[in-house]
């Protein structure tokens, strides 16, 4: 009888198991649903021993599709490191990224690239124009590897003409001005129609009146063509535009500033 009832309770125990596990799963496809970017307990930990770092501790986010977020933080909070993770440019130590509904943290290193191209588009700071290729070249490089990519001509002459450089997509980067260069790297971003686009610094290298100018292009993006920004940033101005505010400090992840930020 008392063996009876120990089975009956190992039983009982295995089935909460799997009703637990089924809920995790539910929730995790749910969201997948709702959410173009969800992370769940992203780790990132660099060096061991003595010189360990954890640059993100057990970050759990979810940015909504057509969502406008800044992240801000002091530097070496982890936003430069959480936006690697975000664009499959780096491995979480533990963890999961899921982008558009695809877990880029369990795919082969082989086909991360096809993540970073189609899903995700970068800008940054530094603009990485190549200085011998004129603005719609440097636009059209992310789809030189692939097959019939004369078809992207017309979008990304479309795409300049969007950004405001109708009459500068044959300049090269060097006769173009700070604002104009960060311009056609917006463009460059969105040559592959991404659904998210990670910004890192975007305004740190203009002045005042051009960095107004960029924010006006990216809220106007993400209103008008639905994409989703991520945006780590010391502007004060963008954090105060956009939908949502998200500080980083010592690589946890809160919707509330602390005394550091």
Do not use: C, W
Not at 7 to 27: M, P, W
Not at 98 to 120: A, C, M
Not at 198 to 225: C, F, S, V
């Amino acid at each position: 009888m008392e063996r009876e009832s120990h089975n009956e309770q190992e039983t009982i125990a295995e089935l909460q198991r799997k009703v637990d596990e089924l809920e995790r799963y539910l929730a995790a496809a749910t969201d997948q649903r709702e959410n173009i970017v969800v992370t769940q307990k992203l780790t990132k930990i660099y060096g061991k021993g003595a010189t360990r770092v954890a640059a993100l501790k057990e970050v759990d986010l979810k940015v909504r599709k057509g969502e406008f977020i800044a992240v801000q933080g002091p530097s070496g909070s982890g936003k430069t490191t959480l936006l690697n993770m975000l664009g499959a440019l780096d491995r979480p130590t533990r963890g999961r990224v899921f982008i558009d509904g695809i877990e880029t943290s369990g795919i082969p290193e082989r086909r991360l690239y096809q993540i970073r191209r189609e899903k995700v588009g970068f800008i940054f700071q530094t603009y990485y124009l190549v200085p011998t290729l004129n603005a719609l070249q440097n636009v059209l490089t992310p789809v030189l590897p692939l097959k019939g990519s004369k078809r992207y001509e017309k979008r990304a002459v479309r795409l300049l003409e969007l950004v405001g450089l109708k009459d500068r997509m044959h300049h090269k980067p060097g006769e173009l001005s700070g604002g104009e260069q960060q311009r056609v790297a917006i463009a460059r971003a969105l040559i592959l129609n991404p659904g998210v686009i990670l910004a890192d610094e975007p305004t740190g290298n203009l002045d005042t009146k051009t960095g107004a100018e960029i924010i006006e292009l990216m809220h106007r993006l993400n209103e008008k063509r639905e994409k989703t920004f991520i945006i780590v940033t010391h502007d004060h101005r963008i954090a105060e535009s956009a939908e949502r505010v998200l500080y980083l400090m010592d690589g946890k992840l809160s919707d509330v500033p602390t005394e550091a930020d």
